[in-house]
């Protein structure tokens, strides 16, 4: 994105090794970026760690205060491609997961964005199924938070098993086409008249999505020389990580079984990080040391990465 608004050159982000025309931050003239509205203006962009750890990762960073903890934490920002940082003893590393758009409702049979009418959180009590939907409107498809809630639950009463197979004689599971699928609202419930279904397709989706996240934090913490206990704090950044359920994401495996008091869901940190960014020059020396600093690991490439991500497909 950087590089788009910036007018530089692109095409090597797509080829190995994913080298960015520049990696420093730069100061540009709003007039040369069309932005009109000021002209004469400036514009500051942040560092980029990496091709695809760009300057808002770097935001994130310096609005959490994760570079400046003497923590073992880890701090990530959850999207179609999810940035994570671990820091330990002064050392960061960091790395891009390609999560994909599944978190954001993107190839979910009735997957949707977030928005009126749709299903963020979902219990199931005594086989009956509760939901909780966007504004209180009736239920016309799943957003990010929740299908992770929606895979859980049915893990949690064995609706699916460990490897997200859907069991045939559990309650509510029907088959639904060629897959097997459950139910969430029959069509007499929902506000487009349609029944609204989870397949198997649905929760492999999530399964890669989590796999890829959770392979990301456990490599950078075995780069750290870090175990599970010593994760002082684990920060969930971001939009969609302040909706997330915790309880869900530890039972599904995305995220490490640590005690609920370590996490924190911190809302839009990158945000925070770039109104700093805006009014300190501090802060922009603080995020091209940071930039500097920081150890970039290619997951693609580690000898580790097809074995940790196997064993990440399984659920909790």
């Known amino acids: 994105m950087q590089h788009l608004f910036a007018r530089l050159p692109a095409e090597q982000l797509a080829l190995a090794p994913y080298v960015a025309a520049a990696s420093e ?6 007039s040369d970026v069309g932005l009109s509205i000021a002209p004469a203006a400036y514009v500051y962009m942040p560092p980029n760690i990496a091709g695809y750890v760009g300057g808002d990762h770097v935001a994130m960073a310096l609005g959490t205060g994760a570079w400046e903890s003497d923590k073992t934490l880890v701090a990530l920002d959850i999207g179609t491609n999810t940035e994570v940082t671990v820091a330990r003893g002064g050392a960061m590393w960091c790395c891009s997961c390609a999560s994909g758009p599944a978190f954001e409702g993107a190839h979910i049979q009735d997957g949707m964005r977030a928005a009126p009418g749709a299903i963020e959180k979902v219990q199931i009590v005594d086989g009956k199924v509760h939901l909780k939907t966007i504004d209180g409107e009736p239920p016309v498809g799943i957003c990010g938070s929740g299908i992770m809630d929606i895979v859980s639950e049915l893990f949690r009463v064995g609706a699916i098993d460990r490897k997200g197979a859907f069991q045939a004689t559990a309650p509510g599971v029907s088959r639904h086409g060629e897959m097997l699928g459950f139910t969430l609202a029959p069509d007499g419930e929902t506000g487009h008249g349609r029944p609204i279904v989870v397949t198997r397709k649905d929760v492999n989706e999530i399964q890669l999505a ?9 490599i950078l913490l075995q780069e750290a020389g870090a175990a599970h ?15 997330l359920d915790l309880e869900s994401t530890r039972r599904v495996g995305m995220f490490p079984p640590l005690p609920l008091d370590r996490f924190s869901q911190v809302g839009n940190a990158a945000g925070t990080g770039a109104r700093q960014l805006l009014v300190s020059r501090a802060r922009r020396a603080a995020a091209a040391r940071l ?3 920081i150890n970039y690991v290619e997951l693609t490439i580690h000898p580790d990465f097809s074995k940790k991500y196997m064993k990440a497909l399984y659920l909790a």
């Not at 206990?229 to 909706?243: K, L, M, S």
């Open 210 to 218: 989590k796999a890829a996240i959770r392979t990301g934090v456990e």
């Open 25 to 30: 931050p730069l100061s540009l003239r709003a």
């Open 291 to 293: 930039a500097d600093k």
């Open 229 to 243: 206990e010593d994760i002082d704090e684990f920060i969930v950044a971001g939009a969609f990580g302040t909706y």
